[in-house]
């Protein structure tokens, strides 16, 4: 079964503090890895995609890394914001039938303290 | 570039009428795909469109339907609305394929009532 998990479902920390978001995966035909943030009743904002060929990628303040032998990608946030306080999504491209798809995790809820 | 579009952002809707979503995909790209977010499932794949053909469909009853026209644009039909059909829907363009990257909409709400 293609699955994909977020730990931990929820984080609260003080602003300021570096974190890492964990997802797994363990379906070994994930085309690449895409990470999203949602704010609570909107869409997605892409974060940062890496290809199946790259081990990371970077933007700004965040750092995602992907290792699909052992089906894990990281999400690093340095310094947190209260701004980044949102939901944090990991979800897998995978090439299906003719063209492709995204399965998605449950989410993971940050909270940022001021 | 404008961003990925869709209309209308809310609908309440009474159970077993129908409801045509819409989605304008940023320009460019040919590829539309439709999920579906609630809390207890999160995000599930509806379908993907390219080129006015459907390519993939995910695991959800005939009574969600779509298509996409010449122009990229697309809509999603629901018919026979249950309560189970409340959620997010949203929807999410890429240039070429439903695994590349992906950019979303700010999606529908639908309400059934």
């Known amino acids: 079964k293609q699955e994909v998990t977020q730990i931990p479902a929820a984080l609260s920390v003080p602003e300021g503090e570096n974190l890492v978001l964990n997802c797994s995966f363990t379906d070994s035909a994930i085309y690449n890895l895409q990470w999203f943030r949602q704010d609570p009743g909107k869409g997605l904002t892409s974060l940062l995609l890496?290809?199946?060929?790259?081990r990371e990628q970077t933007s700004g303040r965040l750092n995602a890394s992907l290792d699909k032998s052992s089906g894990r990608s990281t999400l690093y946030i340095a310094a947190s914001q209260p701004g980044d306080s949102a939901t944090y999504l990991c979800a897998g491209g995978r090439i299906y039938n003719q063209g492709g798809k995204l399965i998605f995790g449950q989410g993971t809820e940050l909270s940022v303290k001021p | 570039k404008a961003g990925v579009t869709q209309t209308p952002r809310y609908l309440i809707k009474t159970r077993g009428q129908q409801v045509t979503l819409s989605c304008s995909p940023i320009s460019g790209h040919r590829s539309v795909s439709w999920y579906q977010q609630t809390p207890g499932q999160g995000l599930q794949f509806l379908f993907e469109y390219f080129s006015e053909t459907q390519r993939n469909k995910g695991n959800f009853p005939g009574r969600f339907s779509g298509r996409q026209f010449s122009n990229s644009r697309s809509e999603m039909n629901v018919s026979t609305l249950e309560l189970g059909d409340s959620a997010l829907y949203l929807c999410?363009?890429?240039?070429?394929?439903?695994?590349?990257?992906?950019?979303f909409g700010p999606g529908t709400r639908l309400t059934v009532l």
């Open positions: 999410a363009s890429s240039e070429a394929q439903g695994f590349d990257e992906q950019f």
């Open positions: 890496i290809q199946s060929s790259q």
